[in-house]
């Protein structure tokens, strides 16, 4: 079942989904710690985690796909965020130097042609890296929050999709090692128990990380259809 943007917004206005965002953020910077100049995409419900890049990046624009609804971002700034359907992005050929699908493949109606749409705009020497909640993990498998929607994958399993749809993953990583009940009162005790866990139970972690490049030596047949694109509403 898809969660709509609405949802999202309301789980990351919470402790738990600051701590959560916290985590995963401090992964994503760790992966790329400098996109200085580049043209950063993010695809699916991405705004708790571009801050990371917003202030190096030449560009960083959010696209959310259609069946999650519209939502606006940044929340005080001009708006830079769209939504599209997920097969068919308002974005010119080998544009994007790097793209961040989060809260995006797991609620693809077609993933094959999510990341197709994502390899077409992707520069050849472009780098995305996607984010999907681990099968392995109990975060997959507690609706409160929106790692608990959607299809979810092990590492094996988001490697293959990939590679199927002409992407070769880099690197790997997870994050959310932090259990997701009895979470600490504060940021800090969050922090400790992720650091316990990493060393603890590495496989357990929340998400899935993977950095993926394009593999060039094929090419894909893109569907080229009607094109959808509805921008959110400045307030």
């Known amino acids: 079942m898809t969660i709509d943007a609405t949802a999202m917004a309301d789980f990351y206005a919470t402790r738990h989904g600051v701590m959560a965002a916290r985590q995963i ?3 994503l910077a760790s992966l790329w710690p400098d996109l200085t100049g580049m043209e950063v995409l993010g695809v699916g419900y991405p705004a708790p985690y571009l801050r990371v890049w917003r202030e190096q990046a030449a560009r960083c ?9 519209v939502t606006r971002w940044p929340a005080s700034r001009l708006n830079l965020s769209a939504t599209a359907e997920e097969d068919s992005l308002p974005l010119a050929d080998v544009s994007i130097d790097r793209l961040l699908m989060i809260h995006g493949l797991e609620h693809a109606e077609t993933a094959r042609r999510m990341l197709r749409e994502a390899w077409r705009v992707l520069r050849p020497e472009g780098r995305m890296i996607v984010v999907v909640p681990n099968r392995a993990s109990p975060w997959a498998y507690l609706e409160r929050t929106p790692f608990g929607h959607g299809q979810p994958y092990s590492a094996a399993q988001l490697g293959r999709v990939l590679a199927g749809s002409m992407f070769r993953v880099e690197r790997r990583d997870m994050a959310l090692l932090m259990p997701p009940l009895g979470l600490g009162k504060d940021l800090s005790t ?18 899935v990380l993977a950095e993926a490049i394009k593999d060039v030596a094929g090419v894909i047949p893109l569907m080229r259809g009607r094109r959808r694109l509805v921008f959110a509403e400045s307030r």
């Open 25 to 27: 953020r401090a992964r």
């Open 61 to 69: 624009v959010v696209i959310t796909p259609a069946q999650m609804g």
């Open 190 to 207: 969050a922090d400790l128990l992720e650091r316990i866990g990493r060393r603890a139970v590495p496989q357990l972690g929340g998400v």
